[in-house]
């Protein structure tokens, strides 16, 4: 895990928002696609919202479709992930990965197991 990657987690009321960051210079190589993954007590691993960075296409979780907002910022090489009206169940630790071999390419988006370089976590936690 690569540290000081993620930021913007918190503790935030059902329907607030909060911005994660994800400074993707820090894993310091280049990559295929980039994407938020989020794990819940209990839960697996999942993805949230991807990027791939051949031509920009996005995929994002249908659960948070409306509420979650993925954009990149090329010039500072930064991944952020808009979480509008949150919900409990939003609650996890979210992750920031990259896709260095190019595995995405070939699979279904926002697989968390074509993903191999991975950040630290930051916690967002959604109270009732």
């Known amino acids: 895990q690569v540290q000081d990657v993620e930021s913007g987690g918190g503790l935030v009321q059902t329907g607030g928002s909060l911005r994660l960051s994800c400074a993707a210079s820090?894993?310091?190589?280049?990559?295929?696609?980039i994407g938020w993954f989020r794990q819940a007590p209990g839960k697996e691993r999942e993805g949230v919202s991807c990027?791939?960075?051949?031509?920009?296409?996005?995929y994002t979780k249908d659960s948070v479709k409306g509420r979650f907002t993925i954009s990149r910022d090329t010039a500072e090489d930064t991944v952020y992930l808009q979480m509008d009206s949150l919900k409990p169940e939003d609650t996890a630790v979210y992750y920031c990965?990259?896709?260095?071999?190019?595995?995405?390419?070939?699979?279904?988006?926002?697989?968390?197991?074509?993903?191999?370089?991975w950040g630290q976590g930051t916690r967002v936690t959604v109270s009732s």
């Open positions: 820090e894993f310091s190589s280049n990559y295929y696609a």
């Open positions: 990027i791939s960075t051949s031509d920009g296409t996005t």
């Open positions: 990965a990259t896709d260095r071999d190019g595995s995405s390419l070939y699979n279904p988006p926002c697989d968390p197991r074509d993903y191999d370089n």
